[in-house]
């Protein structure tokens, strides 16, 4: 009764935390239930043992209780270390994880056989000087050892795409050769007098796409030596477009540069819409993957965060699965966010990292999660929604 | 503009020598902004509660300070040396960038932090009657040095993240950048944290140092004082890290990837294992203190409880998203196996990914700084419960203070480097490209290796300041 007395305040004011736990962690910032679970363990845990401290009352910090110390350790581990063991087996956990968990689980046993050992004895002199420079061995060394063991990357991979890439307009496919044009595009800045969308608005230069630029004898003279023939319209930006491109830009890039201007009214690679046919054409899907998991640049693997099977990896992260939210972006809406990324969010702009085409091959594929899987036209508020919220979604690229 | 070549730094090549000299300076900066904090706090309380432990205590550490202030300034020069040396085109970049701030600002404060500085420290005794202008000039003083830092910080922040999207960005607009205010918060409670730690250690080697018992209740007191202080400093710095690596993902995502999910993420594992310990090092500080404490032993079964809580929330807050140190795992990585072998051995299947989430880590923070602080209020409640006898400590006690300052530095350190090595192949993202061959982010075995001898290093240099300051210096006076 004096027990139930002395820690009636506490019992309410346990369970009065743990309620507002579970609906913050469930409302306010989700936790998953084993967390939850691990809080109301740890606080009830704690309650018991400052319940129980004057019934059991401990004398002193030594002596006998070393002994005893270290059976109860010894045991209570054990029994510890069983349960672990078979949570992580009964849940999967990879054999590396279950290692991680085994080992700081075996570290607690050994810091709680450890903590009470008998006090130092004082040192004094070289004896003092001795023990700081072996201290300092241990630190030294523990962290360096640290900094070997944790898994390495060979810097190699990272030297050899900083290096600077000798681009050949001879040996380069058409693909390579139109990526390489819009980045120089891109890095010279000539969007901000040409538009090149279709139905672009003319800005001090006329809008590319809808205008025709001639053979592509015609464009490299436009872009080498502007002043030559001024479009009509555009008499009074006469010294506006700079007449020095051919001494700033390398030949094979400003060659490059001339195809992806000769392509501009053919190809149709608009930040638009989604070119005919890719939603459902095998090789752009498989294209499309190989960037979402990084196959084909390390620097962008869309699958570390958004899940091999749309299953979000990190905090933030858009559940591609989602088919209420996914369905309502346009085509523009998508190559906005994968181009641009979303503002306050993890989610980067990838414009630098990968060419228009390339965001569109990323998108074709990343629409077949909210398909179910399969390979589907993307229209504004469709899709198969996602069973339940845990279910793995495995894009099937049709043959 | 024309450059001139830059120099090569014999042996250890351009990036190294920076690499080692800007840490240098920055650890003695610290020492000397986080310090004075500490140093004036003392002074109030001794005008407070007339306790002359804490006069004495702000003494000492003035004493230490003031040597120290030279070595900031020597490695300072040095520092900047090397830079026109080494980097000139960086160095004409930020020149012009931050003009008045580098030919002006900086210059002027420095002038002001060292006369106040010194101007407090002389002034000890002949204003020991009018103690309340004394500790006006330790504020002036801080004040000052924290302006200083951030100046600093304003070009630090300004390399990672540059304002987007201005043509001409004003001077204001290059200080005001998205790091700038998260890193000054984070590195001035880093600093308290430091200075902190650096007086527990400092009581720890004078402890041991001590021949009489005299001398041992002073710096058993010196370095409880110290960690108090650290470790409450350091009860915030996870949410302030969270803060300012939350900016990196707002100004550029993939500063953040980088950091977080690709090369640098070791880094942060190599984080989270030290964070765990010192955590573990303060408790157990707590514990051994309790131990002088008449009574104090009924606590024992709920601070072991304790210990358990961190050796789980260390393990959450470690828990990786995978075991390579890349997004995705580089060929060598899984020769002999097939790369989805591989994975399923190192990679968390999707449904215990959520424990390499941001939920599962602020959990795991949050449950070590209840833990904490949950100790450090039974500790109080003993406290008036009983009598503490100082200096009657348990020895290992000091080696654990010592042990949480190396901790500290090589910790400060190693996050110093992932700070400059986030922005890849820049010298400042976007804007100014690093062209030399060593702009690839080296190995953590590599970065460990030379936090541990420039912390070596700085220790020796440390040790050497207290030992002239507070042994040979005050018995030859």
Same mark, same amino acid.
């Given at each position: 009764?004096?027990?139930?007395?002395?820690?009636?305040?506490?019992?309410?004011?346990?369970?009065?935390?743990?309620?507002?736990?579970?609906?913050?962690?469930?409302?306010?910032?989700?936790?998953?239930?084993?967390?939850?679970?691990?809080?109301?363990?740890?606080?009830? +845990? +704690?309650?018991?043992?400052?319940?129980?401290?004057?019934?059991?009352?401990?004398? /002193?910090?030594?002596?006998?209780?070393?002994?005893?110390?270290?059976?109860?350790?010894?045991?209570?581990?054990?029994? @510890?270390? +069983?349960?672990?063991?078979?949570?992580?087996?009964?849940?999967?956990?990879?054999?590396? @994880?279950?290692?991680?968990?085994?080992?700081?689980?075996?570290?607690?046993?050994?810091?709680?056989?450890?903590?009470?050992?008998?006090?130092?004895?004082?040192?004094?002199?070289?004896?003092?000087?001795?023990?700081?420079?072996?201290? @300092?061995?241990?630190?030294?060394?523990?962290?360096? @050892?640290?900094?070997?063991?944790?898994?390495?990357?060979?810097?190699?991979?990272?030297?050899?795409?900083?290096?600077?890439?000798?681009?050949?307009?001879?040996?380069?496919?058409?693909?390579?050769?139109?990526?390489?044009?819009?980045?120089?595009?891109?890095?010279?800045?000539?969007?901000?007098?040409?538009?090149?969308?279709?139905?672009?608005?003319?800005?001090?230069?006329?809008?590319?796409?809808?205008?025709?630029?001639?053979?592509?004898?015609?464009?490299?003279?436009?872009?080498?030596?502007?002043?030559?023939?001024?479009?009509?319209?555009?008499?009074?930006?006469?010294?506006?477009?700079?007449?020095?491109?051919?001494?700033?830009?390398?030949?094979?890039?400003?060659?490059?540069?001339?195809?992806?201007?000769?392509?501009?009214?053919?190809?149709?690679?608009?930040?638009?819409?989604?070119?005919?046919?890719?939603?459902?054409?095998?090789?752009?899907?498989?294209?499309?993957?190989?960037?979402?998991?990084?196959?084909?640049?390390?620097?962008?693997?869309? /699958?570390?965060?958004?899940?091999?099977?749309?299953?979000?990896?990190?905090?933030?992260?858009?559940?591609?699965?989602?088919?209420?939210?996914?369905?309502?972006? /346009?085509?523009?809406?998508?190559?906005?966010?994968?181009?641009?990324?979303?503002?306050?969010?993890?989610?980067?702009?990838?414009?630098?990292?990968?060419?228009?085409?390339?965001?569109?091959?990323?998108?074709?594929?990343?629409?077949?999660?909210?398909?179910?899987?399969?390979?589907?036209?993307?229209?504004? +508020?469709?899709?198969?929604?996602?069973?339940?919220?845990?279910?793995?979604?495995?894009?099937?690229?049709?043959? | 503009?024309?450059?001139?070549?830059?120099?090569?730094?014999?042996?250890?090549?351009?990036?190294?020598?920076?690499?080692?000299? #800007?840490? =240098? %300076?920055?650890?003695?900066?610290?020492?000397?902004?986080? &310090?004075?904090?500490?140093?004036?706090?003392?002074? !109030?309380?001794?005008?407070?509660?007339?306790?002359?432990?804490?006069?004495?205590?702000?003494?000492?550490?003035?004493?230490?300070?003031?040597?120290? !202030?030279?070595?900031?300034?020597?490695?300072?020069?040095?520092?900047?040396?090397?830079?026109? #040396?080494?980097?000139?085109?960086?160095? !004409?970049?930020?020149?012009?960038?931050?003009?008045?701030?580098?030919?002006?600002?900086?210059?002027?404060?420095?002038?002001?932090?060292?006369?106040?500085?010194?101007?407090?420290?002389?002034?000890?005794?002949?204003?020991?009657?009018?103690?309340?202008?004394?500790?006006?000039?330790?504020?002036?003083?801080?004040?000052?040095?924290?302006?200083?830092?951030?100046?600093?910080?304003?070009?630090?922040?300004?390399?990672?993240?540059?304002?987007? $999207?201005?043509?001409?960005?004003?001077?204001?607009?290059?200080?005001?950048?998205?790091?700038?205010?998260?890193?000054?918060?984070?590195?001035?409670?880093?600093?308290?944290?430091?200075?902190?730690?650096?007086?527990?250690?400092?009581?720890?080697?004078?402890?041991?140092?001590?021949?009489?018992?005299?001398?041992?209740?002073?710096?058993?007191?010196?370095?409880?004082?110290?960690?108090?202080?650290? &470790?409450?400093?350091?009860?915030?710095?996870?949410?302030?890290?969270?803060?300012?690596?939350?900016?990196?993902?707002?100004?550029?995502?993939?500063?953040?990837?980088?950091?977080?999910?690709?090369?640098?993420?070791?880094?942060?594992?190599?984080?989270?294992? &030290?964070?765990?310990?010192?955590?573990?090092?303060?408790?157990?500080?707590? !514990?051994?203190?309790?131990?002088?404490?008449?009574?104090? &032993?009924?606590?024992?079964?709920?601070? *072991?409880?304790?210990?358990?809580?961190?050796?789980?929330?260390?393990?959450?807050?470690?828990?990786?998203?995978?075991?390579?140190?890349?997004?995705?795992?580089?060929?060598?990585?899984?020769?002999?196996?097939?790369?989805?072998?591989?994975?399923?051995?190192?990679?968390?299947?999707? %449904?215990?990914? =959520?424990?390499?989430?941001?939920?599962?880590?602020?959990?795991?923070?949050?449950?070590?700084?209840?833990?904490?602080?949950?100790?450090?209020?039974?500790?109080?409640?003993?406290?008036?419960?009983?009598?503490?006898?100082?200096?009657?400590? $348990?020895?290992?006690?000091?080696?654990?203070?010592?042990?949480?300052?190396?901790?500290?530095?090589?910790?400060?350190?190693?996050?110093?480097?992932?700070?400059?090595?986030? *922005?890849?192949?820049? %010298?400042?993202?976007?804007?100014?490209?690093?062209?030399?061959?060593?702009?690839?982010?080296?190995?953590?075995?590599?970065?460990?290796?030379?936090?541990?001898?420039?912390?070596?290093?700085?220790?020796?240099?440390?040790?050497?300041?207290?030992?002239?300051?507070?042994?040979?210096?005050?018995?030859?006076?």
């Amino acid at each position: 009764m004096e027990l139930w007395k002395k820690n009636k305040l506490k019992l309410i004011s346990l369970i009065a935390f743990n309620l507002l736990i579970w609906i913050i962690n469930s409302f306010l910032y989700s936790l998953p239930v084993v967390f939850k679970v691990a809080f109301t363990v740890f606080t009830t +845990g +704690g309650f018991l043992i400052l319940a129980l401290i004057d019934i059991f009352p401990i004398e /002193s910090w030594q002596g006998k209780r070393i002994f005893k110390n270290l059976i109860l350790t010894l045991i209570y581990g054990t029994i @510890f270390l +069983g349960i672990l063991w078979l949570y992580t087996a009964y849940y999967k956990f990879p054999a590396m @994880f279950k290692m991680t968990i085994i080992v700081y689980t075996l570290l607690t046993i050994l810091f709680l056989i450890l903590i009470d050992l008998k006090p130092l004895k004082e040192k004094t002199g070289i004896r003092a000087v001795n023990s700081l420079l072996f201290l @300092f061995l241990i630190m030294g060394g523990g962290y360096t @050892f640290m900094g070997w063991a944790l898994p390495q990357f060979d810097p190699a991979y990272e030297i050899e795409r900083l290096k600077p890439k000798k681009f050949f307009i001879e040996e380069a496919d058409e693909e390579t050769i139109l990526s390489v044009g819009a980045r120089v595009f891109k890095d010279y800045e000539c969007f901000n007098c040409h538009d090149i969308e279709p139905g672009g608005i003319p800005k001090r230069g006329p809008a590319l796409a809808a205008v025709d630029l001639g053979d592509r004898k015609k464009i490299r003279e436009s872009v080498v030596d502007p002043r030559k023939e001024i479009a009509k319209g555009y008499e009074k930006e006469l010294k506006t477009m700079p007449d020095y491109y051919e001494t700033q830009i390398e030949k094979n890039y400003l060659e490059a540069l001339i195809r992806y201007l000769e392509n501009i009214g053919k190809v149709r690679i608009t930040t638009e819409m989604m070119p005919e046919g890719w939603w459902t054409d095998p090789k752009i899907l498989r294209d499309g993957k190989d960037i979402f998991e990084g196959i084909k640049n390390p620097d962008v693997a869309c /699958s570390v965060c958004h899940g091999k099977d749309g299953i979000p990896l990190m905090t933030e992260a858009a559940d591609l699965r989602d088919v209420a939210e996914i369905s309502k972006l /346009s085509d523009a809406d998508l190559f906005k966010v994968v181009s641009e990324g979303r503002p306050d969010t993890p989610m980067a702009a990838w414009k630098d990292y990968l060419s228009n085409e390339d965001i569109w091959k990323v998108i074709a594929y990343i629409n077949m999660f909210h398909h179910g899987g399969r390979a589907e036209v993307h229209k504004k +508020g469709e899709g198969i929604p996602a069973v339940a919220i845990n279910q793995p979604v495995v894009p099937v690229i049709p043959e | 503009m024309e450059f001139l070549e830059p120099l090569q730094f014999p042996i250890f090549g351009n990036r190294t020598a920076i690499w080692i000299i #800007a840490q =240098f %300076h920055i650890l003695f900066a610290s020492f000397i902004l986080g &310090v004075p904090l500490f140093v004036v706090i003392a002074e !109030y309380l001794y005008i407070r509660k007339r306790d002359y432990r804490y006069e004495r205590l702000a003494k000492d550490i003035a004493r230490v300070m003031a040597i120290a !202030y030279s070595l900031t300034a020597l490695s300072g020069g040095v520092f900047a040396f090397l830079l026109f #040396a080494l980097y000139p085109d960086f160095s !004409y970049h930020i020149l012009n960038k931050f003009s008045y701030l580098w030919i002006l600002f900086y210059p002027g404060l420095v002038v002001v932090e060292t006369i106040l500085m010194y101007l407090y420290y002389f002034s000890w005794e002949p204003l020991k009657e009018k103690k309340g202008i004394h500790l006006f000039i330790g504020i002036l003083l801080n004040i000052v040095g924290i302006a200083t830092l951030f100046n600093m910080d304003a070009i630090a922040s300004y390399m990672n993240t540059p304002p987007r $999207d201005l043509i001409n960005p004003t001077l204001w607009e290059n200080v005001y950048n998205y790091t700038w205010m998260p890193l000054n918060i984070h590195r001035l409670v880093g600093n308290i944290t430091y200075g902190g730690y650096m007086v527990g250690m400092m009581g720890a080697f004078l402890y041991v140092w001590s021949e009489n018992k005299e001398e041992r209740v002073y710096y058993d007191w010196m370095g409880y004082i110290g960690n108090t202080i650290g &470790v409450g400093a350091m009860l915030f710095l996870p949410i302030m890290g969270y803060i300012y690596a939350r900016e990196f993902y707002r100004y550029a995502a993939e500063l953040g990837i980088y950091m977080m999910s690709d090369r640098l993420s070791m880094y942060f594992e190599a984080q989270a294992i &030290v964070v765990g310990l010192m955590f573990l090092a303060s408790n157990y500080y707590i !514990y051994l203190s309790m131990k002088r404490i008449e009574g104090a &032993v009924r606590y024992v079964p709920i601070v *072991r409880f304790g210990f358990i809580v961190v050796f789980f929330a260390a393990c959450i807050w470690f828990i990786p998203r995978h075991y390579f140190a890349t997004m995705v795992p580089e060929e060598w990585m899984y020769e002999g196996m097939t790369k989805a072998d591989f994975l399923k051995t190192t990679e968390l299947p999707s %449904h215990l990914g =959520f424990l390499a989430l941001m939920k599962a880590k602020n959990t795991a923070a949050v449950l070590l700084l209840l833990v904490t602080l949950l100790n450090y209020i039974i500790y109080r409640i003993a406290v008036k419960k009983g009598r503490i006898e100082w200096g009657g400590i $348990d020895f290992r006690s000091q080696y654990i203070l010592i042990f949480l300052g190396f901790s500290d530095i090589w910790l400060m350190n190693l996050m110093g480097a992932v700070r400059e090595l986030v *922005r890849k192949d820049y %010298h400042v993202y976007l804007l100014l490209k690093d062209t030399a061959l060593e702009a690839y982010t080296p190995t953590l075995a590599y970065a460990s290796s030379l936090t541990t001898a420039i912390t070596f290093a700085f220790f020796t240099i440390f040790v050497f300041i207290v030992w002239l300051g507070l042994r040979f210096g005050k018995e030859k006076g």
